[in-house]
């Protein structure tokens, strides 16, 4: 029961901005929208979060459209080290376990 | 940030041995932990809701007799592997939630441990 739909790989280019899309369109009011990444044998770590504005902190950015079925999470200046899988969860808050999909493997290039 | 550790990194075992994984938040106290495991190339799928005084909550086709869980404190939980087999073989991944006072909802994840068993 996939609550999210991401594109399975993406390639950006060193010092460049990647943006990397999810389609949440079944997403329910009260959902949040989480970002997690990957980096090759370690625990996912947090990035972002928003519920409807978007967000900003020192790793990225989140755009959440205004229907809130799809978003984006910009990394505005990818560097070697951003290369991981990305993976783009919505649950209800602080209450609900975390579920992830496939993701987005993301591989900046030099 | 909120840290949660996990110990052993990497472990290896003969087929039919237990093997614990701990699984500690550092700086808090963490009333509910998650289990997940990873196999090469997958995404995590949750395996268990451990809850601090009381039973885990497994998911389904998980089996609650072969991955002991067991919180018995606010900072400790265990994941006990028993008579594991080759197919045990995977990376196991325990998260907690944040501490409340800074509680946005996100979880924290621990480090991850490898276990190999021949």
């Known amino acids: 029961d996939a609550k999210t739909t991401q594109p399975p790989s993406m390639d950006c280019a060193e010092g460049r901005a990647a943006n990397l899309p999810c389609n949440h369109s079944?997403?329910?009011?009260?959902?949040?929208v989480y970002w997690y990444r990957q980096i090759h044998s370690q625990g996912p770590q947090y990035i972002i979060h928003g519920l409807k504005n978007n967000e900003t902190n020192e790793m990225a950015s989140l755009i959440i459209t205004e229907d809130r079925k799809s978003s984006t999470l910009i990394l505005p200046h990818a560097t070697l080290r951003d290369t991981a899988v990305y993976y783009c969860i919505v649950r209800v808050g602080t209450l609900d376990d975390m579920r992830f999909g496939a993701g987005t493997r993301l591989t900046v290039k030099p | 940030g909120a840290v949660v550790s996990q110990h052993p990194s990497r472990v290896i075992c003969k087929s039919g041995t237990s093997v614990k994984i701990e699984c500690r938040s550092l700086?808090?106290?963490?009333?509910?932990m998650f289990w997940y495991r990873q196999f090469p190339k997958q995404s995590l799928m949750l395996m268990a809701t451990?809850?601090?005084?009381?039973?885990?909550?497994?998911e389904q086709g998980v089996e609650k007799d072969k991955f002991l869980i067991n919180h018995a404190s606010l900072t400790l939980s265990t994941l006990t592997v028993t008579s594991a087999h080759p197919e045990d073989s995977s990376f196991y991944i325990c998260?907690?939630?944040?501490?409340?006072?800074?509680?946005?909802?996100?979880?924290?994840f621990g480090e991850g441990s490898r276990l190999t068993v021949l």
């Open positions: 700086d808090f106290q963490a009333t509910t």
């Open positions: 451990s809850n601090e005084g009381s039973k885990a909550t497994y």
């Open positions: 079944t997403i329910s009011g009260n959902e949040y």
């Open positions: 998260s907690a939630r944040g501490p409340s006072g800074g509680n946005t909802g996100e979880l924290f």
